[in-house]
Nanobody, 112 residues
């Protein structure tokens, strides 16, 4: 079992930045990839970014390339998502994923 707890969401103006965190606990030693997904009201959940937990390598959906940065601190068992140049269309519930395990999510709202 892996437990995931997200934090760092909130309300931000267009063009602003937020940094999300995902604290992992439990059997993280078998984790290969951790990632972020988001779901806006009325939409399906979509992939945002991911990172290899045991080696180097990151992945992004085209929409966030150049704006979002996914990083990790394996010593702290924490995943991060630095979100810059935020747009209203980035508004969604952002969830952390590790294989079959999901966090509860943290809400990001981009609005003036």
């Amino acid at each position: 079992q892996v437990q995931l707890v997200e934090s760092g969401g909130g309300l931000v103006q267009p063009g602003g930045s937020l940094r999300l965190s995902c604290a992992a606990s439990g059997r993280t030693d078998s984790t290969f990839v951790m990632g972020w997904f988001r779901q806006a009201p009325g939409n399906e959940r979509e992939f945002v970014a991911a990172i290899h937990w045991q080696r180097e390598g990151t992945y992004y959906t085209n929409d966030v390339k150049g704006r979002f940065i996914v990083t990790k601190d394996t010593a702290k068992n924490t995943l991060y998502l630095q979100m810059n140049s935020l747009r209203p269309e980035d508004t969604a519930m952002y969830s952390c994923n590790a294989g079959v395990f999901w966090g509860q999510g943290t809400q990001v709202t981009v609005s003036s």
